[in-house]
T-cell receptor
Framework: DAGVIQSPRHEVTEMGQEVTLRCKPISGHNSLFWYRQTMMRGLELLIYFNNNVPIDDSGMPEDRFSAKMPNASFSTLKIQPSEPRDSAVYFC????????????FGPGTRLTVT | DQQVKQNSPSLSVQEGRISILNCDYTNSMFDYFLWYKKYPAEGPTFLISISSIKDKNEDGRFTVFLNKSAKHLSLHIVPSQPGDSAVYFCAASSTNSGNTPLVFGKGTRLSVIA
């Protein structure tokens, strides 16, 4: 298996622009998680989906952030408009919701907003 | 309100010696604990886990100890190797009423010096 795939790996954009991060989970996994990693706050859970349905988005910092999972093999995290404080590494992870607790992470997208 | 705390941001150990990474948690509902390892420019990878019904789990050079009364767990690496240099994240979950998402600590950067 190719593991969790994220794109792009790096994104540099100007403040005010829309940013879309993409994730392909491991085939067969039914849960998908979006995290943000910063020095100050470590790994923060932004939102997670079970069977393509958003379960908890309480970690999404503001209305500027939105996430979708239109099918079992694809998810997006969108920031519109982006701000410099959104600069961070964004990780996607997937797992089986029941039985196996381990989450498998993608390589991350490093976002820089100037 | 940090439910999982790793109070040491960094740790340096000589090659061949023991590395001990510590983690404390506050939520008594947590009953499953994991350690993840992260290299630069990569996503975290699962290392070892322990259920609250055990107090020790061993996998090769890695051993995790759980002290439920103290709400404390630790990861021991013996002997430490330069390739173990990475950031280690402690994570916790509650499985009693269905799985809950993992809650991560901020990580401890381990440097193993040759």
């Amino acid at each position: 298996d190719a593991g969790v795939i994220q794109s792009p790996r790096h994104e540099v954009t100007e403040m005010g622009q829309e940013v879309t991060l993409r994730c392909k989970p491991i085939s067969g996994h039914n849960s998908l998680f979006w995290y943000r990693q910063t020095m100050m706050r470590g790994l923060e859970l932004l939102i997670y989906f079970n069977n393509n349905v958003p379960i908890d988005d309480s970690g999404m910092p503001e209305d500027r952030f939105s996430a979708k999972m239109p099918n079992a093999s694809f998810s997006t995290l969108k920031i519109q408009p982006s701000e410099p404080r959104d600069s961070a590494v964004y990780f996607c992870a997937s797992s089986f919701w029941r039985g196996a607790y381990e989450q498998y992470f993608g390589p991350g997208t490093r976002l820089t907003v100037t | 309100d940090q439910q999982v705390k790793q109070n040491s941001p960094s740790l340096s150990v000589q090659e061949g010696r023991i590395s001990i990474l510590n983690c404390d948690y506050t939520n008594s509902m947590f009953d499953y604990f994991l350690w993840y390892k992260k290299y630069p420019a990569e996503g975290p990878t699962f290392l070892i886990s322990i259920s609250s019904i055990k107090d020790k789990n061993e996998d090769g050079r890695f051993t995790v100890f759980l002290n439920k009364s103290a709400k404390h767990l630790s990861l021991h690496i013996v002997p430490s190797q330069p390739g173990d240099s990475a950031v280690y994240f402690c994570a916790a979950s509650s499985t009693n009423s269905g799985n809950t998402p993992l809650v991560f600590g901020k990580g401890t950067r381990l440097s193993v010096i040759a």
